[in-house]
């Protein structure tokens, strides 16, 4: 399982979307995507870079986008920013830690980790 986050990788090197859209409006904890937990976040992510928009989507749930294997992975081959400092943020209104939640991870949540 822990292969799922290399394999993103390697994929996104040869293939990575040309914008991200991520439907925050409601997340999923716990056991998601079929037997999760709703939670309100009320929001959405858009960006061009796809390692800073799932990056960015992963620290509002609470986790660290720095384990994420396959962020870190594109993050360390220059395929997308982890680093908030150097991004443009619009829309928020105050804070980003205002928005920021501590989703329950889904079980297969430390197969996603860093090797």
């Given at each position: 399982k822990r292969a799922l986050g290399r394999i993103l990788f390697y994929l996104a090197k040869i293939i990575s979307p040309d914008l991200s859209v991520l439907d925050a409006f409601e997340g999923m904890e716990g056991d998601g995507p079929s037997f999760g937990e709703p939670v309100k976040m009320n929001l959405?992510?858009?960006g061009f870079d796809f390692v800073a928009v799932d990056s960015l989507g992963v620290y509002l749930m609470g986790f660290n986008p720095q384990?994420?294997?396959?962020l870190r992975l594109c993050a360390e081959n220059q395929l997308g920013e982890q680093d908030f400092s150097q991004l443009k943020i619009v829309g928020l209104r105050g804070d980003l830690e205002k928005y920021r939640?501590?989703?329950?991870p889904n079980p297969q949540y430390p197969f996603s980790l860093k090797d």
């Open positions: 959405a992510i858009v384990k994420i294997n396959y939640q501590n989703f329950r």
